[in-house]
């Protein structure tokens, strides 16, 4: 909106709670409240240090021990073991050393590990020499978008002289590491009198005696630049006039276009989770005539373009989807051949990570929800910078071989390396009906703690929020949703798959689970039981397979179908005429998809469990005493009655069946495999195939 005023930051800082903290817990104190505004920092961006007294373990001397935010991990929820610890004065002798050797910035690297106080186990990172030549105990590095804005702008001289009246001095664009940190202290030198530095196309820094007083520094001049940049703010909008109409039905487009393009953005077999983001603020800078121009420009904080990637791919709803990633991958490889050098690790994904779509929004993608959601988030950054950045002057991104050295740098690829490895499941997207108990939701739990996201369908609304949170705590709240359904309703089973796609992008695996039972012969059954039966285990089956088989047609990379069937569709029970029926029926429209859809690399297998009765939602008041009186024993005796009846004289769980799901889920354990039925019922005869 033209002229509308960012509230300014307040100050959060409290006393009573600082004053019983000692200098390190003070510090966390600070990297908490500064890191919990998006506004001071970006995710993961930024870091704090102090410069503490404290005495030596070997010699109880008191030493200088410099207490710095650790490589990775967010300052919003940094504790102690986020924070690495060196003595300062080897860091700061460092310096001969790296002269005397003519050392290169990442050799320096490695040195720090003979600088490390008190055994900390804590990587320090590359901003670590920003914080030792500042010659003051309490340091803050922030990426502020509004302070970015004036630093990433044409004229940020004169602007930082306007903006900050002489109390930030001014460092040039440079990659940080050593040379950066050499610089401050220089800089520092010949002006005393500052209490920061703006950082060019980057951020700022800024220092105190106390945490206190650089707190409450951080926040005054970040405060200083939203106050500028709103008193610039006139009624021509930064990103000119209004150029795009939004789009007349964005959900529809989205369903359609976001398998598609998770389809073809794979890279090494590799694929990738969408987030979309529809807000105001992104809507309205797709809207606006200089969106294009801005776009092409790239992202300006180095942090932001590792995510990000140096610029989003710009795609018009109608345009060819095939020519235009063409068009970006094609830029992007010869990006990468323009500005490698001979020791730049190989070249990643050239696919983008951030798709802006006008009159819909902006689609992220990224290994997982989480990377994705982050990797929106940075370029939400990059817009205010650039709105911010075009308000008082002209934005300017970086250089495009620095861009490239930062995104190629060999110590990114170290880190990237050092990463766990990633899980068996992660990247897949897995819908499960009827996951609200029983096996669908021990298979949820076991998808999800195999790392892939999980969208979970049930008409027990109550229940499944229980069973979604259960899911969350295993793979982290980003990646499980809940869908409440009634999958015989072909209407809200084909929003709930539309539900799927626009929390993920798509779906790779589809648990067909949701049933229910009832006894009955022939004669016996009663027109509701017949319904039931009819529209739950035949029409909703047979449902849930198309619109599972049409969304990974138009993924075009296959996928993986589980039907969960019985082993009333190999041997008939007795008393159960269309219960048995309707799971053959289950188990034969598994092997027509299996036929008829091995041409789209879709597997569809079969699991039939049986004497499930511990943990199952079928084995509610009524089939239980059905089940009891058929038999002729009392409904506290089923458990026994079904495990005496097993071969092997065994429970069957929910987890047991849950574990031959994902076997055949997984393309890792079973990419060979389709058609097939595996029994879980702990040996039965009867139930045997051939
Ligand atoms: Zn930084």
Request: aromatic residues 6%; negative net charge; hydrophobic residues 40%.
């Amino acid at each position: 909106m033209v002229g509308q005023t960012e509230s300014l930051l307040p100050s959060l800082w409290d006393d009573s709670h600082s004053s019983s903290l000692d200098p390190v817990a003070e510090l966390i104190y600070a990297s908490n409240l500064l890191g919990s505004d998006k506004r001071v920092t970006n995710f993961g961006g930024g870091n704090t240090s102090a410069k503490v007294r404290m005495p030596d373990p070997l010699t109880g001397q008191d030493v200088e021990v410099l207490w710095v935010k650790g490589s990775g991990g967010d300052l919003g929820t940094a504790t102690r073991a986020n924070f690495a610890s060196l003595y300062q004065e080897r860091v700061l002798a460092l310096e001969g050393l790296v002269k005397a050797r003519g050392l290169q910035e990442d050799d320096v690297v490695p040195l720090y590990n003979h600088c490390v106080f008190g055994l900390n186990p804590t990587a320090c990172s590359i901003d670590t020499p920003l914080h030792a030549y500042v010659p003051f105990p309490a340091v803050s590095h922030m990426h502020a978008d509004a302070v970015i804005a004036i630093a990433a702008s044409k004229d940020a001289e004169r602007l930082n002289q306007e903006v900050w009246g002489g109390e930030m001095g001014l460092l040039p664009w440079k990659r940080p590491g050593f040379d950066l940190g050499l610089m401050l202290r220089d800089l520092i030198k010949e002006n005393p009198g500052i209490k920061g530095a703006l950082m060019q196309s980057h951020g700022f820094i800024c220092w105190a005696d106390n945490w206190k007083e650089c707190y409450e520094l951080t926040i005054r001049l970040i405060n200083k630049a939203q106050a500028f940049i709103d008193a610039k703010t006139t009624s021509t909008h930064p990103f000119g006039e209004v150029v795009r109409d939004r789009h007349a039905d964005p959900r529809s487009f989205l369903v359609d276009f976001l398998p598609r393009i998770r389809g073809k953005t794979r890279f090494e077999g590799k694929r990738l989770i969408a987030q979309v983001d529809t807000s105001a603020e992104v809507l309205d800078y797709l809207s606006r005539g200089k969106m294009e121009p801005l776009a092409a420009l790239g992202t300006s904080c180095p942090d932001h373009f590792l995510r990000t990637k140096i610029r989003p791919m710009i795609y018009q709803p109608g345009d060819d989807l095939d020519a235009s990633l063409d068009g970006f991958r094609q830029t992007y490889e010869a990006y990468y051949a323009r500005c490698r050098r001979p020791d730049s690790p190989a070249m990643r994904n050239p696919n983008p990570s951030v798709v802006l779509v006008p009159g819909v929004g902006m689609i992220a993608l990224g290994k997982n929800p989480q990377e994705a959601r982050v990797t929106g988030e940075f370029y939400r950054n990059a817009i205010h910078v650039m709105k911010g950045a075009e308000t008082v002057s002209t934005y300017v991104s970086l250089p495009e071989q620095e861009a490239f050295d930062i995104e190629y740098w060999q110590l990114e690829e170290a880190k990237l390396r050092r990463m766990p490895p990633e899980k068996e499941l992660s990247r897949q997207v897995a819908v499960v009906t009827g996951a609200a108990q029983g096996i669908g939701r021990a298979t949820s739990l076991k998808l999800s703690s195999l790392g892939a996201c999980v969208v979970m369908l049930d008409r027990d609304g109550e229940k499944l929020g229980q069973a979604v949170q259960d899911v969350q705590k295993v793979g982290g709240v980003p990646t499980a949703i809940g869908v409440t359904c009634d999958v015989t309703d072909p209407g809200a089973l084909e929003s709930a798959f539309e539900e799927a796609t626009l929390a993920f992008g798509g779906a790779d695996i589809v648990v067909v689970n949701a049933g229910n039972a009832r006894r009955g012969t022939v004669a016996a059954t009663s027109a509701d039981d017949y319904k039931l039966l009819n529209d739950l285990l035949m029409k909703a089956y047979f449902d849930t397979m198309a619109d599972a088989v049409r969304l990974m047609q138009r993924q075009g990379t296959g996928g993986s179908i589980v039907v969960v069937g019985s082993k009333n569709g190999v041997a008939v029970g007795s008393n159960a005429a269309l219960y048995s029926a309707a799971k053959a029926f289950e188990l034969h429209l598994m092997r027509s998809v299996a036929v008829d859809h091995a041409k789209d690399s879709i597997r569809c297998n079969g699991v039939n469990p049986d004497a499930v009765v511990i943990g199952s939602g079928i084995w509610n008041d009524a089939w239980r005493k059905q089940t009891a009186a058929s038999l002729g024993i009392q409904p506290d005796e089923i458990e026994a009655h079904y495990r005496n009846r097993t071969m092997l004289k065994v429970d069957v769980t929910p987890d047991d069946v849950a574990e031959a799901v994902v076997y055949l889920a997984s393309e890792a354990r079973s990419s060979r495999t389709t058609g097939c039925v595996i029994t879980v019922d702990g040996g039965n005869r009867e139930g045997f195939l051939r």
